[in-house]
């Protein structure tokens, strides 16, 4: 069963860290969330606050479960979750094709993406475009 949630056991991730050669990338101390398929973590995102920003941090998915859509499911959740907590929009430093295709846009305060028009326009995992028929 796939489950996208918060990581709350620090030595969890840790050892998914050390098992995917992760230990050397710079950390936020920001929150985590994971993906888990049978209570397995194979992947993880990160968000944290500087300058009263949120920025999304690390994410990082295991090759085997890469080009299914998963890194993006982990991905709309985490955002999913801050959007619920209030959060209007989140920054990242790194651009990317992946998130382009999410929706974040380079504006003159940076490349951010409004989570409130993310969550319009549907499903938390896939903005609906999964379910339609």
Not at 61 to 74: H, P, R, Y
Request: negative net charge; proline residues 0%.
């Amino acid at each position: 069963m796939l489950v996208f949630k918060d990581i709350k056991n620090e030595d969890e991730l840790l050892d998914y860290l050390s098992e995917n050669g992760l230990g050397l990338l710079e950390f936020n101390n920001g929150i985590f969330f994971g993906g888990y398929e049978d209570d397995k973590l194979f992947g993880i995102a990160e968000a944290y606050l500087k300058n009263d920003r949120v920025f999304l941090g690390v994410n990082h998915i295991v090759e085997d479960q890469s080009g299914q859509g998963m890194e993006e499911a982990i991905l709309r959740s985490l955002f999913n979750k801050l959007e619920l907590n209030n959060i209007d929009f989140i920054y990242c430093d790194n651009k990317s094709a992946l998130l382009d295709k999410i929706g974040f846009v380079e504006r003159l305060e940076g490349y951010l993406l409004d989570l409130k028009k993310l969550f319009d326009s549907g499903c938390s995992c896939c903005g609906g475009e999964a379910h339609e028929e």
